[in-house]
C-alpha cells in the first residue's frame, strides 16, 4: 500500500459519507490529481477499496477498510469504493505537498 511523503499536509477533508449520502463519483471509477494522495478512514462498518491499473482497466487490487482502519490512494491512481455493510461510514483526508500550489491555493483534490 502507498504511504504519504513526510513532506505532505492534510489540506482538505470530505464529510462523513454513508450509503445515504455517498456522491455517486465515488462508488464509479475516478482518481486524484498529480501531487495529491487520499487517506481513507472508515469510521464504521466496511469499505471495499478496488484499485485498477489504468482508466477502464483491470482491477489491480481491492482492499477490505475495516471501522478504524484506513487506505491510502496514491495520486493519479484510479479507483472506487463499495459499501460491504449498511452502516458504514467514512471520510477522506487529501494530502499535498506542504508548499505546493495545491496547498497554498487550497485547489481541488481532482483534475479540473
Known amino acids: ?25 465515488f462508488l464509479h471509477l475516478h482518481n486524484t490529481r498529480a501531487g495529491v494522495y487520499g487517506k481513507i478512514n472508515v469510521i464504521s462498518g ?3 477499496f ?4 489504468e482508466r477502464r482497466g483491470e482491477i489491480e487490487q481491492e482492499i477490505l477498510i475495516k471501522q478504524g482502519d ?15 455493510t449498511d452502516d458504514t461510514s467514512f471520510s477522506v483526508d487529501f494530502y499535498a505537498q506542504q508548499d505546493s500550489d495545491i496547498v497554498t491555493e487550497n485547489r481541488s483534490e481532482r483534475n479540473e
Open 70 to 84: 484506513m487506505a491510502i490512494s496514491p495520486p493519479e491512481y484510479w479507483h472506487k469504493v463499495e459499501f460491504l
Open 46 to 48: 466496511q469499505l471495499k
Open 1 to 25: 500500500m502507498a504511504s504519504i511523503p513526510n513532506d505532505f499536509v492534510n489540506y482538505k477533508s470530505t464529510p462523513i459519507f454513508t450509503p445515504d449520502n455517498i456522491p455517486k463519483m
Open 50 to 53: 478496488y484499485g485498477f491499473t
